[in-house]
Structure formats: C-alpha cells, structure tokens
C-alpha cells in the first residue's frame, strides 16, 4: 500500500496558518513512517527548496520507506500536475493537508478543511479569490 501526502505547502518561506499546520504534520510523522503500515509513503512537493528539506528529514530519521517526488510547476499544481502524476502513479491513499484537492484522487483520501471564512466572510475576499474557496 501507498500513501502520498501533498507537500506543497511544506518548507515555505513566511509560513501561514495552512503552512505551520503541513510542516509540523510532516516533521511529526516523519519519525514514524515505518510504524504506519504502509510500504511507502510519497511526499509531493512543488519546489527543490522543499525537496532538500524533505530529503534532510529522511536521512535524519533514517527513513527508507519515504519517496520525494518533485512536481516542479507553479500554476495550478494541485488541480493539474499533481493530478496528472496520480493518474500516472497510482496510490491507495491521499492526503493533502490544505484546502484543494486534485481532479484524479484515489478512492481513499483525506482532506484537511481549516476555515469556512470566505462562506462566512465574503465580503473580505475577492470574487475571483472567493469562487475558487467556495468551489
């Protein structure tokens, strides 16, 4: 069995709220990953910045059962080049630790929801900012 986690919001600079909650999930589980009953676990991330963290916590924690896999697209990573490897790779279960998920997911997926702020408060987004949260 596989598990990915979407790593995208991993290792940012002038973290947010969305960003703080990734890197400490990340940084907890990675001590763990043999205990979690999976054969690997796949960290996709966007950036090389992201890449060399994730690699530096493996090797601290003496991982072998995590794969970092770079998808180095800015635009629409989530929704398009994330999608597009799962279709490629597949994996038994997905998590993504913000608020987007990709058009291809497996069947088993988790998705983290922090906040319903633009349903409550539209008025402090954007339109096109606010279609895309409610969509």
């Known amino acids: 069995m ?7 919001r991993y290792h940012l600079p002038n973290p947010t709220g969305v960003e703080k ?5 990340v940084e907890a589980l990675m001590p763990q990953l043999g205990t979690l009953g999976y054969d690997e676990v796949r960290f996709y991330c966007q950036r090389p910045e992201q890449e060399m963290a994730l690699k530096e916590l493996l090797e601290k924690y003496g ?6 896999v770079l998808i180095p697209r800015l ?6 080049h994330l999608s597009y490897e799962l279709f490629k790779n597949r994996i038994d279960v997905l998590f993504v630790p913000s608020h987007t998920m990709p058009f291809v997911i497996p069947k088993k997926s988790l998705l983290t929801v922090h906040g319903f ?3 409550s408060y539209p008025e402090a987004y954007g339109m096109i900012q606010s279609l895309y949260q409610q969509f």
């Open 2 to 8: 596989v598990l990915g986690i979407d790593c995208s």
């Open 21 to 25: 909650y990734t890197n400490r999930l």
């Open 63 to 68: 991982q072998t059962k995590g794969k970092i």
């Open 75 to 80: 635009h629409f990573w989530t929704l398009v």
């Open 117 to 119: 702020e633009a349903l």
